[in-house]
Structures are given as structure tokens and as C-alpha cells.
């Protein structure tokens, strides 16, 4: 299927590596612009080649920590000067810290709220007068099956923020869908990608990892950063014109959400 993307421009945040450069790489191989952020420089540029490699567009890469204000409309600038615009803008960033919840601290709260809703709301509002100029566009934001349902003891911070971010994106959806912009949430499940958490606690201990597949993964394995790549493309392309304010989550039935 052409999604009708071909010449579009997406901004994709924390695409360096994982979730974010698989999503980055799938809009580039459907004929995307791309800017992509994330903090390092260094992986970022090399995410960069190799999804430049995969597409036709342009790839512009931008060092930029999106929880810093300036940076993140330093980053949205500089998508708009060098690629002419913005259609698509795909929120990643986001990161989970386990705490027992009587231990964690303001700053912890600070921290969480910042890193997992406020940096993705700040670019989605920036974006917001770019994608209007160009008849409309998508907004994408990367939640968790644990921003629908209880993820467990510890998780009080990531449940919270993206549970927050979910609710957010639905009232987002309402109010900017006159001006033809969707937006959508995508609820990935546990996904192993190299360098991310899932594979570092494999490689640490494979028995107990292998038992967690068992008993919550009735695929019997980890998603990959390719298939929730498919499924942001998707969303952010003119065939899902009518999916907005839509929480839709890729997990392989791991989730036990009734909603």
C-alpha cells in the first residue's frame, strides 16, 4: 500500500536508536523529509546515514534535548528552515525510572513529568502553527500499554506521565481536528531493541527473562522497533484520515487493558 507520504516532512524525536530510529527509518523509506533529535551527537549522526540510506528525502539532524524549551523549539525551527515546513511530528522521548512509590521524590516527579509529557506537548504546540500552514498534518505521540493499565509496583512515575500523555493527545485531538490535524497515541508493548532495557536484562539474566516471555507474552517473544515503526507510519500517512483521538497499542496481546 502507498501510504502517500513521498516528499511529506516528519519530525521524529529521540530517533538515535531504537522505537524512535526505526520510526525515523520507516517514514524515510516511504519517501519522507526527515529531522531527527535526540541528545548525542554522535549516535544521532549515524542514525542519520543509515536512514538516510533507506529513503529517497532529505535527513537533517539536529543534537537537541527536547526537555530543554529552547532546544525543543530550536529543534522545531530548524526542521522548518531546512525542510520547508512540517506534516508529521512523531513524539518518542520518554524513559522509565523504577522507584517504590514512598521513595520517589519531587524531583523524581519533576523529572518524569518533564521527560515523558511536558517535552512532547512543548513540541507538539510548536509544531502546531507549521502543520497548519501545510493544510493540516498528523501528531504522533509514543505512550505504553502502562499508560492504559497498572504496569506494577514501581512504576508510579511512568504509569502516571503516560497516562497523562494519552489523556492529553485525546483533548488535543478534539480541539485541533477543525484545523485538520489528527492526533494519535501509540501504546508499544515490551519491545528488545539493542541497547535498550528489555535486551540489557536478557543478556543479564536469560532464564528470568525467558520465564517473563512466558508468562506475558503470548506471541512467545519481544515486539521489535520495526513493527511499531509500521504502525506510526500508518498513522501519520493520509490513509488513516479518519483515526484521530485513537490510543492503539502494538503488544503482541501482553496488555489487559478493557479499553
Not at 516532512?9 to 517514514?27: D, F, H, N, Q, Y
Not at 529552547?70 to 526542521?79: I, K, P
Not at 512543548?122 to 499508560?147: D, K, N, Q, T, Y
Request: hydrophobic share 45%; aromatic share 4%.
Amino acid at each position: 500500500m502507498d501510504l502517500q507520504l513521498k516528499d511529506r516532512v516528519a519530525l521524529v524525536t529521540g530517533a538515535s536508536r531504537g522505537i524512535g530510529k526505526a520510526i525515523a527509518t520507516a517514514l524515510a523509506a516511504e519517501g519522507c523529509h526527515l529531522a531527527i533529535c535526540a541528545r548525542s551527537a554522535g549516535p544521532l549522526e549515524e542514525a542519520a546515514q543509515e536512514i538516510d540510506a533507506a529513503g529517497s528525502g532529505r535527513v537533517v539532524a539536529v543534537p537537541a534535548d527536547v526537555t530543554d524549551a529552547q532546544a525543543a523549539a530550536r529543534c522545531v525551527d530548524e526542521a522548518v528552515r531546512e525542510l520547508g515546513g512540517l506534516d508529521v511530528v512523531v513524539n518518542n522521548v520518554g524513559g522509565s525510572r523504577r522507584k517504590p512509590f514512598e521513595e520517589t521524590t519531587d524531583d523524581d516527579w519533576r523529572d518524569a513529568v518533564e521527560l515523558n509529557l511536558t517535552s512532547g506537548l512543548r513540541i507538539a504546540r510548536l509544531a502546531i502553527p507549521h502543520l497548519e500552514a501545510r493544510g493540516g498534518g498528523s501528531i504522533v505521540f509514543i505512550s505504553s500499554i502502562f499508560g492504559r493499565e497498572i504496569g506494577g509496583p514501581g512504576l508510579s512515575l511512568y504509569n502516571a506521565t503516560k497516562s497523562a500523555q494519552i489523556s492529553a493527545a485525546g483533548v488535543m485531538a478534539l480541539e485541533l481536528a477543525p484545523r485538520g490535524i489528527r492526533v494519535n497515541t501509540v501504546a508499544p508493548g515490551s519491545i528488545r531493541f539493542p541497547g535498550g532495557s528489555w535486551d540489557r536484562r536478557v543478556r543479564e539474566n536469560p532464564e528470568a527473562m525467558a520465564r517473563f516471555v512466558e508468562d506475558n507474552l503470548p506471541l512467545g517473544r519481544f515486539g521489535r522497533s520495526e513493527e511499531v515503526a509500521s504502525l506510526v507510519a500508518y498513522l501519520a500517512s493520509p490513509r488513516a484520515s479518519l483515526i484521530t483521538g485513537a490510543c492503539l497499542v502494538a503488544d503482541g496481546a501482553q496488555g489487559r487493558s478493557l479499553i
